[in-house]
Antibody
């Protein structure tokens, strides 16, 4: 059974870079056929899809991030990561990692991690 | 981006009721639509994909229908564990977007 688990600092200062990692267990991240995604949810609000990385390393980001996002893959650790630069209070949110079956729905989600941007 | 609009935003119902939530897309998305259930403090959980396909392990009281721009999620007989927030999401093209959510409350 594939499981995803997010990790990273819960507090980031404004203008710095938010860094989160998603560890995949129960299956290989490089098995192929899956897109590994990040989604966020502002407190009490709806869901915003951030972007994905495919096992080939190809990525796509939501234009709403204004080129601040980078998603990378570490197959040796069975992990993928999100970096979001130049953060502001508007980036305070719950961040989820999830598995997508390739131009498809998000079938497995991590439990989520809260990141607060504050000085 | 394709905009997804859900109605109602809040729905009050009782155990045993049949309820329907509507999701409208700003442009046609065929049947590339998923529904998720989210409980407080938890991650969303996939219920329905391809508009009407039930995810494995999801109770059969949940059903989805629709195509093009209008979709519905129906719960045939509400159970206490169904009180949660429900989101639709299209996967027709990137960037994927979600509806604003429908909070299902106990009447």
């Amino acid at each position: 059974q594939v499981r995803l688990q997010e990790s990273g600092p819960g507090l980031v200062k404004p203008s710095q870079t938010l860094s989160l990692t998603c560890t995949v267990s129960g299956g290989s991240i490089s098995r192929g056929g899956y897109f590994w995604s990040w989604i966020r949810q502002h407190p009490g609000k709806g869901l915003e899809w951030i972007g994905y990385i495919y096992d080939s390393g190809s990525t796509y980001y939501n234009p709403s991030l204004k080129s601040r996002g980078t998603i990378s893959l570490d197959t040796s650790k069975n992990q993928f990561s999100l970096k979001l630069s130049s953060v502001t209070a508007a980036d305070t949110a719950f961040y989820y990692c999830a598995r997508e079956g390739g131009h498809s729905y998000l079938d497995i989600w991590g439990q989520g991690t809260m990141v607060t941007v504050s000085s | 981006d394709i905009q997804m609009t859900q109605s109602p935003s809040t729905l009050s119902a009782s155990v045993g009721d049949r309820v329907t939530i509507t999701c409208r897309a700003s442009q046609t998305i065929s049947t590339w639509l998923a529904w998720y259930q989210q409980k407080p403090g938890k991650a969303p959980k996939l219920l329905i994909y391809k508009a009407s396909s039930l995810e494995s392990g999801v109770p059969s009281r949940f059903s989805g229908s629709g195509s093009g721009t209008e979709f519905t999620l129906t719960i045939s007989s509400l159970q206490p564990e169904d009180f949660a927030t429900y989101y639709c999401q299209h996967y027709n093209s990137y960037p994927y977007t979600f509806g604003q959510g429908t909070k299902l409350e106990i009447k």
